[in-house]
């Protein structure tokens, strides 16, 4: 199963911001201001376009796909695609980080490379994902019932697996 980024939010706003773009040139038309007017109105057009396309490009490069045999990573525009047969994975645990009044799902994943990967519900059907991941790996898929204070910053691996110990 391929899970996506929402990426169709990006384009609808692009769009959105395309038509106000065209209603702002008729509106400056009409009012006929002197030419630095013109070029700054387009120059922050451009720019902001550019930077809606840039999101949709990226979003829309990204995603994860599930099989009984693999896993893939697809990221930064498909040029970092990684898979992972099912004997490379070491751990899939799921666990929740309080940070700054807002408790974040995260799914990390660890591989036997020492390769590191964490999902959050960013993704396109987040929790269908977490119930595939945990029919087709049911071994290595676990669930930590504490929570995390802060970012992890040191070795996540032994602090997520001593709290996975402990719970």
């Known amino acids: 199963m391929k899970y996506s980024y929402p990426y169709k939010e990006w384009l609808g706003g692009l769009i959105f911001f395309i038509i106000i ?3 702002g040139v008729f509106l400056i038309y009409d009012i006929q201001p002197t ?3 013109w070029i700054g ?3 922050l057009c451009y720019l902001l376009i550019d930077w809606y396309w840039s999101k949709f490009i990226l979003y829309k490069s990204k995603h994860i796909s599930i099989t009984n045999s693999y896993m893939e990573f697809s990221f930064n525009h498909n ?3 990684k898979r992972y047969i ?3 994975i070491e ?3 799921n666990s929740n980080h309080k940070q700054r009044l807002k408790t974040h799902n995260v799914t990390h994943f660890f591989m036997k490379n020492g390769d590191y990967y964490y999902l959050t519900r960013e993704i396109n059907n987040y929790e269908r994902l977490k119930k595939d991941l945990k029919k087709r ?3 290595k898929y676990f669930a930590v019932k504490d929570s995390f204070y802060g970012v992890l910053e040191e070795d996540k691996k032994s602090i997520i697996l001593e709290k996975l110990k402990n719970s």
């Open 21 to 23: 773009t065209i209603y």
């Open 35 to 37: 030419w630095f007017y």
């Open 41 to 43: 109105y387009l120059a």
């Open 79 to 81: 040029r970092n695609k």
């Open 86 to 88: 099912a004997e490379e």
């Open 91 to 93: 751990y899939i645990i």
């Open 137 to 139: 790996f049911p071994n």
